[in-house]
């Protein structure tokens, strides 16, 4: 009786909202798909020739650099798990062109300072070593 009583006294559940939604047919044309599957493929060959470079060493400065940055990466796995960094990652993608635009100036002077004192660094480096040298051609 309970269970009778209910379904006599809730109200009949609504009609659809959004029929005209339903009814527009959505997606890609086939010329679309096609663009965007070459897209898709163009991406992926890029990022397995660029993973395969780095893991098969084509290049010593490269590699060390990449396994240098996975075990910076360590660290910050241990401090913080995926899901903060994901947060932490989607809060900076919007904070950080506002900060840019109110302090740009400050931020350029900044960066062309740090820009001018790597540039002598790499130039002192290059100067007492002689294999980093630029051989002419």
Known sequence: LHRLLLRRLRPPPPDQPCPVQWEVAVG????EQQRWARRLARHLIAATRTLTRLFLVH??????????????LTY??????GLT???VGVICAFTFPVLYR???EQIDQYVSGVRNHLGHLRARIQ???????VKPQ
């Open 102 to 104: 109110h302090n740009q």
């Open 59 to 72: 290049s010593v400065p490269e590699s060390l650099k990449f396994a240098f940055m996975f075990y910076l």
């Open 76 to 81: 910050v796995g241990a401090a913080c798990n």
């Open 28 to 31: 890609l044309s086939p010329e």
């Open 85 to 87: 960094l994901l947060g």
């Open 127 to 133: 100067a007492k070593l002689p294999s980093a040298k």
